[in-house]
């Protein structure tokens, strides 16, 4: 059965030699008719106010359902099934768009070239890569789906984030040599969020602020007040080098050797050799995962009253407490085994503040001393013998 296209003419029903004046009047009688103020169909005012809005500046047809879906970076208002196959179509343009960047990047590099190129469009989202003198890679623009493999360091200018719609064409970022980091961070406020992936084999990364996404769906079977929690946890990784951030917020995993950030919010997970803290928060549901010989340190002159005692922190040998142990724990008693300079601490320092640094022996060594006490507690409440 042959179907015929509805054209812009025939929306507003008028013929196609028609003059502005008379496509204006069509306009205006159609839109009283279906305006929802008057009773009519919002969906027919639409359509006929995209069709007037079209041939004002000639355009006979509108857009197919490809076009739509092109002129839209985010899809919403619709049912969820809908939505899910546009953002599909959406996000496997964009992947598309990275392979060839991908491929034209490693060319370069293998020939020792330099070059720029546009890839993605104004509708899908531009990047324009840049691969330098030096071998480093330039990246403009907002990088929204796909993934990019690199040999070499890579500079960025512009956000990060990952589609939520799909996995498969989830944002990833892998640097096999080199360091990956943003221009300015702490100016332009650039941002890496909704479950983006970083990997720098053998590097650092230095970047402004991090977030992840959790959020809270209804339940699939269709109870009535049950819902489900999904995550999208923003992950970044450099594990022979350090991690540079600003702030830390809401689902996201750092694993690094050394760590530097300014505050911590909400289900972060820091795992690395040494972390440093120079913010003022570091609050419920996060934890610190300390490896063997490392240290955290905190350089604000602030109580460790004023962190969340939820927080926990895990020693890589297995063993882990909650901050509220240390918060309660006097830890001038430690600072006479531990801490050189015990008369200068004393006289100044509450547990962190003024640069004091917490070790992995110190905490190990505090876990050994709880343990031997809960169980000598447990013997002299039931009054265990050796006999």
Known sequence: MLSIVENNYDILRIVEDSTKKEIRDAFRRLALQ????????????????????????????????????????????????????????????????????????????????????????????????????????????????????????????????????????????????????????LETKYKIENGATIIVDNGDVIVGNIFGRKYRVEDPEGRVGVFQIQEHRTHISAPNGKIIAENVVNTVSLDADTIVVLNIEDNVILSAREILFYGGKFTHDSVIELKQGGSIRFFENFSIQGLSGDAIIKLENGKETRLFNLKTKKIKDLADEFVPNKENYKKNATLVGYGFTITYDMLDSLLKKKNKKQKSGWASIFRFSKN
């Open 34 to 185: 279906f305006h929802s103020d008057r009773g009519g169909e919002n969906e027919q005012f639409i359509k006929v106010k995209q069709a007037y809005e079209d041939l004002k500046i000639g355009k006979k047809y509108p857009d197919t359902d490809i076009e739509k879906i092109r002129n839209s970076r985010v899809f919403s208002g619709d049912t969820e099934e809908n939505v899910r196959r546009k953002n599909q179509i959406l996000g496997q343009q964009l992947y598309k768009e990275m392979k060839a960047a991908e491929k034209w990047a490693a060319a370069l590099n293998r020939s020792n070239l330099t070059g720029i190129r546009l890839f993605g469009s104004k509708t899908l989202g531009q990047l324009e890569l840049e691969r330098k003198a030096n071998g480093a890679l330039s990246i403009k623009g907002n990088f929204m789906a796909g993934s990019l493999t690199y040999y070499g360091s890579i500079v960025m200018q512009g956000n990060i984030t990952s589609p939520s719609w799909t996995q498969e064409y989830k944002t990833s970022i892998h640097l096999t040599k080199g360091d990956f980091k943003f221009i300015n961070p």
